[in-house]
Structures are given as C-alpha cells and as structure tokens.
C-alpha cells in the first residue's frame, strides 16, 4: 500500500499495541479496509466508547463503567478478604474460579527501581486506608512470581506486618501448575514445589 | 472485564480481525484502555480515516485515495506489462521489488466453485477489456500456487489464449524459495524445481 498516508497511520495504531509488529499490523489494516462499513465504523467507535465509559473504581482500581466496580458495590461480597493485584485485569482470573467472592486492590504496577517505580507510584497509601475503613482481614499478595513481583510482596508484607500487625498478610502458593509434567518443570518451580510439600 | 458492555464490544471489534482469537482480542481491547486519550482517538480516527479515504482503483482495482492508484496514473511505468494478482495487497510483494515498473489488475479473489466464486465474480471482463484499450502486451499471472490459484490460472490462461492471441501470457515460475535447505523442501516444490530447471 505504497504512499496512502491513511493506511499508514491505521498500521501506526495497530502496531502500539502489544506484540503487535508491523508486519501483523499491516494484515490488520488490510483487514479493516476489507471489513464492511458497519463493522468498520463499529470498531471505531468501540475504542472511543471504551476510552469514554470505562475508568478505574476510585476505592480499587479495578475497571468499571459505574461509579464503583462490580466487587466494591457488591454488599454481598467478602469485604474483609482482599487480593491485592499488580493490574486491573489480573483479577479477572480469580473472578474465573467462581466462589471467591472477595474484593481486589489494583497496585497499579510491580516496584522496579530500574524502571522509577517506587512505592509513591503504587496505591500503597490507598490500601493502608482502605483496610482501616472497610475492616479487611486479610490480605492476599497476587503478584507475579518474578523479580518485581517478589520484591513488591516482601516490601509490602514487611510493611503490613509493621504497620497493621492485626491484618493476615499472605502471598500465593508457588509449586507445579495442576495438570504440568515433572519432566517440563524448571528447577525453580520443583524446588518452590517441594518446599510448599503437604503431609498426605 | 466482567459485566463491562463497552470493553466486550471492543473486544467482539478485534475478534473480527483474521487470525486474532478470543484471548488476543481481551489483550488488545485491554492495551487500549491503557493506551493515553490521544492515541486512542487516533486510533479510532485511523480506521474512519483508512475507510474513508481508501477505496480501489476503478481501473485496476489496487488500494487508492486518489482518482487513480499510482501505477495506473503513472505515464512513467511500462503499461504493457500487466501483473495479475488475486488481492490488492499481492501487488505490494511486486513493488518491493523495486525495478518492475509495471502495472496491475486485480482479480478481487480466485474461482472456488465449493465458495461459489464463479468467473462473473472476478473482475475478468475488465482486464479484457483493459488489454485492448491500454494495449496491454503481456500478462503475468501472479497467483497462489494453491488448487485455486491453479485452477484459475488455467481458465485464465485458455480464455487469453483463446481471445487474446497476440498477448503473452505467462505464470510465476515455481521451484525452491532463494535461501532454502533442500533438507526442508517439500516434494512437490523439489519436482516444480526439476520441472523448471535450467541448463548452466
């Protein structure tokens, strides 16, 4: 599509999106020209009705087109058990296990010097609050078992265990994913796993 | 996302893009609601944009925003040498070339009885009639070497032969890809190569 700035900058906003690369964005904009109008002008304006109706729940960060998110508005929700997340679409995968109903707190990110994010940067403040007013009991660290992820949970479990000494602070079990093979685990998650061992 | 109406719209928009399933659709509808407000109204302007603006040549078919595609209204290109591919976006591969020079026909698809594609549903007519107004002296087949690239190139090929006899018209020679293991060459390549080899 030689010199048609139109179909340039279409390629330009697919490629931002993540593991998008020019090539994959091109099929995509080719794939737009081919769509039919109605499905065309859907599509834009399901980015603009995205960007317009759906904002971060002032109490936790999760995502929502209401005033509060569907976990925070819930009277019937467990808010005395909360799962602090690192994004707001984590959380989507323990609404998928289906019998939690607890309530989230997005972080809104991992510590990471290297990066200049520091605690001011996360919702740290936010959350210190919320389990005063709202009473939570307990506190489940959901962050992604990497550096950063790490690093967040001992800065933070440190921090509770100072700071709300009345609070249960707890991290994720690591070991092997249900349904893995010895064979394909790395050293790591077998060691995490035999350290998280249970008595049968 | 659950219960979020303008994110699943959004995401129902990706789906419809080829080869991006349901879970690639959640991880772009969410790399937009994280995107800043410009970029997402740029994105939604492009596709509006792309739509508006781009429509095929009415005289060959390839991608336009203007009256006619650059090689139709380039008097600088050799007009008697026609390219003819199956979709607009065939014709890029040529140009990257770099040194053609030619211009194209689109056929707007490949005869497919089982899909229902019969030949008054390629743009046959027209490069028929291209070849005696613009004097078209050779036209190469560009096409998939797929059952229906094939078929098509015969029907093609014989309906030429049989209207235009002063017309060369040629295919796309087929044999190993440059750069290729004869290790990993397929059998029916290997025997196109043999086909179409060449004395030194």
Do not use: W
């Not at 209401?66 to 984590?90: E, Q, T």
């Amino acid at each position: 599509m030689a010199n048609l700035p139109s179909f340039e900058s279409l390629v330009d906003s697919f490629a931002k999106l993540p593991g998008i690369g020019r090539k994959s964005a091109e099929r995509m904009a080719s794939a737009v020209l081919e769509m039919d109008e109605v499905d065309a002008k859907a599509f834009s304006e399901a980015i603009q009705n995205a960007k317009n109706n759906i904002h971060p729940c002032p109490n936790c960060g999760l995502f929502t087109e209401n005033d509060l998110c569907f976990a925070c508005s819930d009277p019937n929700r467990n808010h005395k058990l909360c799962i602090v997340v690192a994004k707001a679409k984590d959380a989507d995968s323990f609404e998928r296990i289906g019998t939690l109903n607890c309530v989230y707190h997005v972080l809104g990110g991992l510590l990471s010097p290297s990066k200049g994010i520091d605690p001011e940067n996360l919702t740290i403040d936010a959350l210190m609050k919320r389990i005063d007013e709202e009473g939570i009991e307990e506190v489940v660290l959901a962050l992604n078992p990497t550096i950063e992820g790490e690093t967040t949970a001992l800065f933070l479990g440190h921090l509770l265990n100072e700071n709300k000494p009345n609070v249960k602070t707890t991290r994720l079990g690591y070991g092997l994913p249900m349904g893995a093979s010895l064979d394909y685990a790395d050293a790591l998650t077998l060691s995490k796993a035999l350290e998280g061992r249970k008595s049968l």
